[in-house]
C-alpha cells in the first residue's frame, strides 16, 4: 500500500504555529491521567477529536479490575490475566500494571469517583476470566462515565492544562528522526501547527474498521495511523477482541451489553431457547471473551440463526434492573425486558490489542513520541484482553507516560521553534463517494476478518483493501470523513497483513485453516513499521517461556 507521509499539503513558513511542552492528542482516560501527571511548572495541551467525554473511555461499563477484596491477591489477577492472553503477555508488565490497580483505584476515589458501595465498601462484581470478585463499578453499568466525570472535573481544574475540543489531528510532524508536535485542525479552519518538545498519543481504538462494534463514531485508528506513516513500529495488530455479546437489532445502533451481566449470572441460549456454553467450555459464561465469541458464532452456524439470546430470567428481578439500569433503559427502547425477555446478542468489535509499541514508561520507537491506552500494544492483554483489565492500563501507563514525558522536557533542552517543513500538493484528481467505500471496507473486514478468519478469506480482504488504497490514499482530501477514510484504510491494512503472516490460533486470532495454537514457533509478536520492508508484518523474537510461578 502506497502511504503518504502526511495527509495534507503545508508549508509551516506560511502557518499558524502553537507552542507547549507536552501535547497530548486524545481526551480519553489514557490522555487525561497523562495530563495530570506533568509537572505544575509544565504548560500541557490536550487536543481531542471530539468532546472529552466522547471517548472509548466513557462507554466501558463493567468496571476497573483491581485486588481489593482480602480473599483475593495479586498472584490471582496476573494469572487470570496471563491465562487469557493466551500465552502471549509480558509477565513483567502484567505484574506492574496489576500491583498498581489499588493504588490508582484510591487516587480516583480521591478525585472524586463515586463508586458503587456497600457499608462503606466497594462492592465487587466478578466477569469472564476472573477467578474472583475484583471489579469496582459505578451507577451498576456507567463506570467509564462516572470515572470520566470525575478525571475531566479535575483536569479542568488544572491550570497548567489547555484543553482544544473538536480539533482532529491529522498527523504527527517529524523532523530528523524525531516527533516535534502535530498537524491540527478545529471547525474546518487552515491547519495549526503545534510543536510540543514531548508528544503523547492517546487517541483510543479501530473499532469503526468493522461494520459491528461497540465503538463510538470517533474510534477510526487516527493514532495508530498517523504514528505509522511517521514511521514508529507498531505490533499485534492482528489481535481485535471482539465483545460476545453486542445487542443485535436490525436497523439500530450496536449497544454492549456488558460483560457484567453474565458475570451476574445471566445464560447465553440459541435460538431454540438451549443453553450452549457448558458444551463448549467448562466456564461456560465465565470463559474469556476469545472463546464466548468463537462459541456463539458456531453457535450460530449450528442454529443458521443470526444472533443468539442472553437470557436473565432466571435472576431476581430487582436486582438485575438496579445493577444494570443503563442496559435496561437501551434494551427498553425496543421493547425489552431484560429482566424477563431475551436479549439478542452477538460478537462486535470491541477493543484494538495491538497498536503503537511501547515500553514500561509509554516511549514508542519514535523519539519525542510517547502513548498510552487503547492506541497502544504494551504487551498486558497478550492475544486476549481480559475482561476489564482496560480502563486499569489506561490509568498505569497514562500516568507513567505523563511523567516520563515530563522529565525528558525538562531534561531534554530541546529548542522550541518552527522547523521548515512542506508537504506538496497531490497530482490526484479522482472524485468518489467516501462514504461508499467506508461502508464496503466495514463490510469486507466484518465477513473476511471477523471473529472467525481463514487464508483464502484474508488474501481476498487484503486484495480488496490493496484496490480501494490505489485511488484513496494518493487523494488529498480537505475534510475529516477522508482522513478517517485514509485512517482505517492503513489500519485495516495493517491487521490483514498480519492476520495473513500469523498463521496459527491464539487469541482473539482465529484462522479456521490452522486451528491449533503453534507455541513453538509463534510465540513471538508481529511488528510492523513503514521503513521495514515497505511495512509488511516482521516476525519478532521469541517470548520467554511462559514461567511455572509469577512474582
Given at each position: 500500500?502506497?502511504?503518504?507521509?502526511?495527509?495534507v499539503?503545508?508549508?509551516?513558513?506560511?502557518?499558524?504555529?502553537?507552542?507547549?511542552?507536552?501535547?497530548i492528542?486524545?481526551?480519553?482516560?489514557?490522555?487525561?491521567?497523562?495530563?495530570?501527571?506533568?509537572q505544575?511548572h509544565?504548560?500541557?495541551?490536550?487536543?481531542?477529536?471530539?468532546?472529552?467525554?466522547?471517548?472509548?473511555?466513557?462507554?466501558?461499563?463493567?468496571?476497573?479490575?483491581s485486588?481489593?477484596?482480602?480473599?483475593d491477591?495479586?498472584?490471582?489477577?496476573?494469572r487470570?490475566?496471563?491465562?487469557?492472553?493466551?500465552?502471549?503477555?509480558d509477565v513483567?508488565?502484567v505484574?506492574?500494571?496489576?500491583?498498581?490497580?489499588?493504588?490508582?483505584i484510591?487516587?480516583?476515589?480521591k478525585?472524586?469517583t463515586?463508586?458503587?458501595?456497600?457499608?462503606?465498601?466497594?462492592?465487587?462484581?466478578?466477569?469472564?476470566?476472573?477467578?474472583?470478585?475484583r471489579?469496582?463499578?459505578a451507577?451498576?453499568?456507567?463506570?467509564?462515565?462516572e470515572?470520566m466525570?470525575?478525571?475531566?472535573?479535575?483536569?479542568?481544574?488544572l491550570?497548567?492544562?489547555?484543553?482544544?475540543?473538536?480539533?482532529?489531528?491529522?498527523?504527527?510532524?517529524?523532523?530528523?528522526?524525531?516527533?516535534?508536535?502535530?498537524?491540527?485542525?478545529?471547525n474546518?479552519?487552515?491547519?495549526?501547527?503545534?510543536w510540543?518538545?514531548?508528544?503523547?498519543?492517546?487517541?483510543?481504538?479501530?473499532g469503526?474498521?468493522?461494520?459491528?462494534?461497540?465503538n463510538?463514531?470517533?474510534a477510526t485508528?487516527?493514532g495508530?495511523?498517523?504514528?505509522?506513516?511517521?514511521?514508529?513500529?507498531?505490533a499485534d495488530m492482528?489481535f481485535?477482541?471482539?465483545?460476545?455479546?453486542?445487542?443485535?437489532?436490525?436497523?439500530?445502533?450496536?449497544?454492549?451489553?456488558?460483560?457484567a451481566?453474565?458475570?451476574e449470572?445471566?445464560?447465553?441460549?440459541?435460538?431454540?431457547?438451549?443453553?450452549?456454553?457448558p458444551?463448549?467450555?467448562?466456564?461456560a459464561?465465565?470463559?474469556?471473551?476469545?472463546?464466548?465469541?468463537?462459541?456463539?458464532v458456531?453457535?450460530?452456524?449450528?442454529?443458521?440463526h443470526?444472533?443468539?439470546?442472553?437470557?436473565?430470567?432466571?435472576?431476581?428481578r430487582?436486582?438485575?434492573l438496579g445493577?444494570?439500569?443503563?442496559?435496561?433503559?437501551?434494551?427498553?427502547k425496543?421493547?425489552?425486558?431484560?429482566a424477563s425477555d431475551?436479549?439478542?446478542?452477538?460478537?462486535?468489535?470491541?477493543?484494538?490489542?495491538g497498536?503503537?509499541?511501547?515500553?514500561?514508561?509509554?516511549?514508542?520507537?519514535l523519539?519525542?513520541?510517547?502513548?498510552?491506552?487503547?492506541?497502544?500494544?504494551?504487551g498486558?492483554?497478550?492475544?486476549?484482553?481480559?475482561?476489564?483489565?482496560?480502563l486499569?492500563?489506561?490509568?498505569?501507563?497514562?500516568?507513567?507516560?505523563?511523567?516520563?514525558?515530563?522529565?525528558s522536557a525538562?531534561?531534554?533542552?530541546?529548542?522550541?521553534?518552527?522547523?521548515?517543513?512542506?508537504?506538496?500538493?497531490?497530482?490526484?484528481?479522482?472524485?468518489?463517494?467516501?462514504?461508499?467505500?467506508?461502508?464496503?471496507?466495514?463490510?469486507?473486514?466484518g465477513?473476511?476478518?471477523?471473529?472467525?478468519?481463514?487464508?483464502?478469506g484474508?488474501q481476498?480482504?487484503?486484495?480488496?483493501?490493496?484496490?480501494?488504497?490505489?485511488?484513496?490514499?494518493?487523494?488529498?482530501?480537505?475534510g475529516?470523513?477522508?482522513?478517517?477514510?485514509?485512517?482505517?484504510?492503513?489500519?485495516a491494512?495493517?491487521?490483514?497483513?498480519?492476520?495473513?503472516?500469523?498463521?496459527?490460533?491464539?487469541?482473539?486470532?482465529f484462522?479456521s485453516?490452522?486451528?491449533?495454537?503453534?507455541d513453538?514457533?509463534?510465540r513471538?509478536?508481529?511488528?510492523?513499521?513503514i521503513?521495514?520492508?515497505?511495512?509488511?508484518?516482521q516476525?519478532?523474537?521469541?517470548?520467554?517461556?511462559?514461567?511455572?510461578?509469577?512474582?
Open positions: 500500500m502506497m502511504t503518504p507521509r502526511y495527509l499539503s503545508f508549508d509551516t513558513r506560511h502557518a499558524v504555529h502553537r507552542f507547549t511542552d507536552v501535547l492528542i486524545g481526551g480519553g482516560l489514557a490522555g487525561l491521567r497523562a495530563a495530570n501527571a506533568v505544575p509544565q504548560r500541557v495541551l490536550v487536543v481531542t477529536k471530539d468532546v472529552l467525554r466522547e471517548s472509548n473511555s466513557t462507554y466501558a461499563q463493567g468496571g476497573i479490575a485486588v481489593l477484596d482480602p480473599e491477591r495479586f498472584e490471582n489477577h496476573i487470570d490475566t496471563l491465562v487469557a492472553g493466551a500465552n502471549m503477555c513483567d508488565v505484574n506492574m500494571v496489576v500491583r498498581e490497580g489499588p493504588r490508582r484510591e487516587e480516583l476515589v478525585w472524586g463515586q463508586f458503587d458501595s456497600e457499608h462503606g465498601e466497594l462492592e465487587l462484581g466478578r466477569e469472564g476470566g476472573h477467578s474472583h470478585e471489579i469496582v463499578h451507577q451498576g453499568d456507567a463506570t467509564g462515565a470515572i466525570r470525575a478525571v475531566i472535573q479535575r483536569t479542568r481544574s491550570d497548567r492544562v489547555r484543553i482544544i475540543e473538536n480539533a482532529f489531528t491529522l498527523d504527527l510532524l517529524t523532523h530528523d528522526g524525531r516527533c516535534r508536535g502535530a498537524i491540527i485542525t478545529q474546518g479552519h487552515e491547519p495549526m501547527m503545534v510540543a518538545k514531548e508528544t503523547i498519543l492517546c487517541t483510543g481504538g479501530a469503526q474498521v468493522f461494520r459491528e462494534s461497540t463510538p463514531p470517533v485508528g487516527d495508530q495511523a498517523m504514528a505509522y506513516r511517521a514511521g514508529a513500529q507498531l492482528e481485535m477482541q471482539f465483545h460476545p455479546t453486542v445487542l443485535y437489532i436490525a436497523g439500530s445502533s450496536r449497544s454492549l451489553i456488558s460483560e451481566v453474565r458475570g449470572g445471566a445464560h447465553l441460549v440459541d435460538a431454540k431457547g438451549r443453553r450452549f456454553m458444551e463448549y467450555d467448562e466456564r459464561e465465565l470463559a474469556p471473551r476469545d472463546i464466548v465469541s468463537q462459541s456463539i458456531a453457535q450460530m452456524q449450528k442454529t443458521e443470526p444472533c443468539v439470546y442472553l437470557d436473565l430470567s432466571h435472576l431476581n430487582d436486582h438485575v445493577r444494570f439500569p443503563g442496559i435496561a433503559r437501551a434494551c427498553s425496543f421493547g425489552l425486558d431484560i431475551r436479549i439478542p446478542v452477538r460478537p462486535g468489535a470491541h477493543y484494538m490489542v497498536g503503537v509499541t511501547v515500553d514500561r514508561q509509554g516511549r514508542t520507537s523519539p519525542g513520541l510517547w502513548a498510552a491506552g487503547e492506541a497502544t500494544s504494551t498486558l492483554h497478550g492475544g486476549n484482553r481480559l475482561a476489564s483489565n482496560s486499569l492500563e489506561g490509568l498505569v501507563y497514562g500516568a507513567a507516560a505523563g511523567e516520563a514525558a515530563s522529565r525538562s531534561e531534554g533542552g530541546q529548542e522550541m521553534r518552527a522547523i521548515p517543513i512542506r508537504q506538496s500538493v497531490s497530482s490526484s484528481l479522482e472524485s468518489f463517494d467516501i462514504d461508499d467505500v467506508r461502508v464496503s471496507l466495514k463490510s469486507l473486514m465477513r473476511l476478518v471477523g471473529v472467525q478468519r481463514d487464508g483464502d484474508l481476498k480482504a487484503a486484495d480488496a483493501i490493496r484496490s480501494y488504497s490505489a485511488y484513496v490514499m494518493n487523494h488529498q482530501f480537505d475529516i470523513a477522508g482522513w478517517e477514510l485514509q485512517n482505517l484504510l492503513t489500519c491494512a495493517m491487521m490483514v497483513n498480519s492476520a495473513l503472516v500469523r498463521t496459527e490460533s491464539r487469541g482473539v486470532h484462522r485453516d490452522y486451528p491449533e495454537r503453534d513453538d514457533y509463534w513471538r509478536r508481529l511488528t510492523t513499521q521503513n521495514v520492508d515497505g511495512g509488511y508484518p516476525k519478532g523474537e521469541m517470548l520467554p517461556a511462559e514461567p511455572a510461578s509469577v512474582r
